[in-house]
Nanobody
Framework: QVQLVESGGGLVQAGGSLRLSCAAS???????????VGWYRQAPGKQRELVAT???????DYADSAKGRFTISRDTSENTVYLQMNSLKPEDTAVYYC????????WGQGTQVTVSS
């Protein structure tokens, strides 16, 4: 069983930065069946979408909307995944979720990010 707790959301002006954290209850990067660790977001009235992923080997992937502005990273000793978000835009406003997929699918409760223009 994996529990995920996100933090770091808030209200920021356009052009600002935020750093989101996702703390996992276990050593997720040692799980043999680990398939995916990533950040997703869901804006009001829209479907949840992928923002960025990081693999057990550390390779990363980003949605086009995040490339060049967001960076996903991890601290394996702290079982924590981060999302550094720079040059934020109003369209980045959403609830951001952490996801870990093994043979089961785990989601955090989400953290609200609001970017004002």
């Amino acid at each position: 069983q994996v529990q995920l707790v996100e933090s770091g959301g808030g209200l920021v002006q356009a052009g600002g930065s935020l750093r989101l954290s996702c703390a996992a209850s276990g050593n997720i990067f040692s799980i043999i069946s680990l398939k995916l660790v990533g950040w997703y977001r869901q804006a009001p009235g829209k479907q949840r979408e992928l923002v960025a992923t990081i693999s057990s080997s550390g390779s990363t992937d980003y949605a086009d909307s995040a490339k060049g502005r967001f960076t996903i990273s991890r601290d394996t000793s702290e079982n924590t995944v981060y999302l550094q978000m720079n040059s934020l835009k109003p369209e980045d406003t959403a609830v951001y979720y952490c996801r870990v997929m093994t043979t089961r699918d785990y989601w955090g409760q989400g953290t609200q990010v609001t970017v004002s223009s």
